[in-house]
């Protein structure tokens, strides 16, 4: 069974605030209702026949004109209505030139300031009320001089309304303009900041395949140096670790020169290729001599056209990565490096064993295995990294990633 909700009283209505008058049009009422006042107490009028022929008849549309001038940007549909029953019934009186005058300004308002659908009524109703008046004159005194009264109520109405229309589209035209070149500025700050972040990231894969495999063979030789009591061990470790540096040193060298003259004219930078993998894989035996690890390369691929430098480069860090992960992390063996070429991407697959591994270790941040992810994610490949069991019994650590090959750029090769 269900209640019915208790009904909660509801809160008063909260009253609008009134319109708070602009500055400088409270200044206009002013000035206007001043002039107006300055004609009448000189007697200069705008009609001749009247209905109320008091003197002072003309001050009261004066001073509803003048309030509805302060009102001019503040509630332009409320200065519109007062002006026009004001300018309407200014014509019943003696006539002040003010209160007309001021009636042409608060039509101007009402477009600039109004509402767009007021903005676009305004200028059709007054072209409809002037030629209402031409045509109701024409017919009523059937003279030119009802043409002269149609010229005049469209130069009070119709012709502040139009100018007020081409105000109000040229100020809306600007405001889109300046919106357009905010966003335009916003949109070019978030793309160099994304080509920066971009930039970064790849200076980050770079400096980390590249040091890297330096770094870790130097921490691993030298660990061996400090425990090993063998002088035919120390100096083969060394050794190892003197190639390394010198060969990390150069590296970051031409790192250094690439980011130093990246705006200026000089000649393109050897970019690493497939076509060193003979000596990296010798480098990391090398390397990986005192850890019983053996490297072994099968590249299966085919002759035909080349693979795109993108390709290329990301497949020689990849395979420059998991070489070096090995030297860090594999059991004694053998680390097999394949390369296949088939069904339109190159497949690259690194093999290690698995397994406790003996002697000293370098540690490890996981930030190869991320930059593998991202340059295989950049080409639109696939890369799968992990512990599978190998074909004769045991568990291996492979890598392997397969990038896609465009044939638009293998036909351009």
Same mark, same amino acid.
């Given at each position: ?24 049009d409270?200044?206009?009422a ?10 009448w ?31 001019r ?22 006539g ?24 676009r ?9 002037t030629v209402a ?17 149609g ?11 139009v100018?007020?229309s ?13 919106l357009?070149a905010?966003?335009?500025a916003?949109?070019?700050?978030m ?8 930039e970064r ?8 395949d590249v ?55 000089? &000649? %393109?930078?050897a970019? $690493?290729? @497939?076509? !060193?993998?003979?000596?990296? /894989? *010798?480098?990391? #035996?090398?390397?990986?001599a =005192? ?28 395979v ?27 497949r ?13 270790? &370098? %540690?490890?941040?996981g $930030?190869? @295995?991320v !930059?593998?992810?991202?340059r /295989? *994610?950049l080409? #639109?490949?696939?890369?799968? =990294? ?6 004769g019994g ?11 090959v ?8």
């Amino acid at each position: 069974m269900t209640h019915p909700r208790p009904s909660l009283p509801r809160p008063p209505l909260s009253r609008r605030p009134l319109p708070r008058p602009h500055r400088h049009d409270v200044l206009i009422a002013c000035a206007g209702f001043s002039v107006g006042v300055l004609l009448w107490s000189y007697g200069l009028y705008t009609t001749g026949d009247r209905v109320f022929d008091q003197r002072w008849a003309a001050l009261v549309p004066l001073a509803v004109m003048s309030g509805a001038e302060a009102l001019r940007r503040a509630a332009p549909r409320t200065a519109l209505v007062l002006g026009t029953l004001a300018v309407v019934a200014d014509q019943f009186t003696d006539g002040n030139l003010a209160t007309v005058l001021m009636f042409t300004d608060v039509v101007y308002a009402a477009v600039v300031y109004g509402t767009p659908a007021q903005a676009r009524r305004i200028p059709y109703t007054t072209a409809l009320v002037t030629v209402a008046a031409t045509v109701g004159f024409l017919i009523w005194w059937q003279n030119a001089i009802a043409l002269l009264v149609g010229v005049i109520t469209g130069m009070v109405s119709f012709l502040p309304a139009v100018t007020g229309s081409i105000v109000r589209n040229h100020r809306e035209a600007a405001e889109a303009a300046r919106l357009r070149a905010e966003q335009i500025a916003l949109l070019s700050e978030m793309d160099r900041a994304q080509a920066v972040a971009a930039e970064r990231a790849r200076m980050a894969r770079e400096l980390h395949d590249v040091v890297a495999n330096h770094l870790s063979a130097i921490a691993i030789h030298s660990t061996a140096a400090l425990s090993l009591d063998d002088p035919g061990t120390t100096r083969q470790a060394l050794t190892v670790i003197r190639e390394n540096s010198v060969a990390g040193l150069a590296e970051m060298r031409r790192l250094i020169g690439l980011l130093r003259d990246s705006g200026a004219e000089t &000649a %393109p930078a050897a970019t $690493a290729s @497939l076509a !060193g993998l003979d000596a990296l /894989v *010798a480098q990391a #035996g090398t390397n990986g001599a =005192a850890s019983g690890l053996r490297f072994t390369l099968d590249d299966a691929r085919q002759d035909g056209p080349g693979l795109p430098a993108p390709v290329e480069l990301a497949a020689y860090r990849i395979v420059q990565e998991a070489l070096t992960n090995a030297l860090k992390h594999a059991a004694p063996g053998e680390v097999r490096v394949a390369l296949a070429r088939a069904d339109g991407a190159l497949r690259v697959t690194v093999t290690s064993p698995y397994g406790e591994r003996p002697g000293p270790r &370098a %540690p490890g941040s996981g $930030a190869g @295995l991320v !930059g593998m992810r991202e340059r /295989v *994610a950049l080409l #639109g490949g696939e890369l799968a =990294a992990g512990p599978v069991s190998a074909d004769g019994g045991g568990r291996v650590w492979r890598v392997r990633a397969e990038l896609p090959v465009d044939a638009s750029e293998e036909e351009r090769a």
